[in-house]
């Protein structure tokens, strides 16, 4: 079975760029999650979809939204970006979304660079 | 690849050797545990889970363990391998809750 997949793996861009970014979960997986990573702040949640709606979200601005498509695939976007939003992004995807019985599985990750 | 975090604690063994990694959950209502390893360059995997009604765990080479007096959570590694120098990461849920929350690692790095 597939891992969860993370596209593009590497990203440059320039302040007030927008960018999107893609996650398909392994197959039958129905919860994504995404994480912001940077070395000063470790993981931070940024939201979490299950059919296709948002059911939680995290502590990060209006700029930072998502959606999940009806095969589970989910996307990420951050609009008007800042030096600071540079991070590792992480997917994570789990069965039915209850974490509390069910670790998530994560990809690797694409690596968001602002120039 | 680029380090996952900078001033992270570090722990350093021979291979061979075995390897705790410690790590303190905050939220005494947790009641589900997990560990994930992390190679540069790469995302988080996961390693082993356990439920706040164990106190320990047991899998390839790894054993976690469970002190829910003292809200501390471990992760033992035998003979450890160049191969599983990475940052460790320990992760809680609370019951009901989506979202696990993440400690901020340790580095484990492995001298042949």
């Known amino acids: 079975k597939a891992g969860v997949t993370q596209t593009p793996r590497y990203l440059i861009k320039t302040r007030g760029q927008q960018v999107t970014l893609s996650c398909s979960p392994i197959?039958?997986?129905?919860?994504v999650s995404w994480y912001q990573q940077t070395p000063g702040q470790g993981l931070q949640f940024l939201f979490e979809?299950?059919?296709?709606?948002?059911?939680n979200k995290g502590n990060f601005p209006g700029r930072f939204s998502g959606r999940q498509f009806s095969n589970s695939r989910s996307e990420m976007n951050v609009s008007t970006l800042e030096l600071g939003d540079s991070a590792l992004y992480l997917c994570?995807?789990?069965?039915?979304?209850?974490?509390?019985?069910?670790?998530?599985?994560f990809g690797d990750g694409t690596r968001l660079s602002i120039l | 690849g680029e380090s996952v975090g900078l001033h992270l604690p570090t722990l350093s063994v021979q291979e061979g050797d075995n390897s705790i990694i410690n790590c303190a959950y905050s939220?005494?209502?947790?009641?589900?545990f997990i560990w994930y390893k992390q190679e540069s360059g790469k995302g988080p995997q996961f390693i082993i889970d356990?439920?706040?009604?164990?106190d320990k765990r047991q899998g390839q080479r790894v054993t976690v363990l469970l002190n829910k007096t003292v809200k501390h959570l471990s992760l033992q590694i035998a003979a450890t391998q160049p191969g599983d120098s990475a940052v460790y990461f320990c992760?809680?849920?609370?019951?009901?809750?989506?979202?696990?929350?993440f400690g901020r690692g340790t580095s484990l790095i492995v001298h042949p």
């Open positions: 356990i439920r706040s009604n164990m």
């Open positions: 994570a995807s789990s069965p039915e979304g209850d974490s509390s019985n069910q670790p998530q599985h």
């Open positions: 197959s039958g997986h129905r919860s």
């Open positions: 979809y299950f059919s296709e709606t948002q059911r």
């Open positions: 939220n005494s209502a947790s009641d589900y």
């Open positions: 992760a809680e849920i609370s019951g009901g809750s989506y979202i696990p929350t």
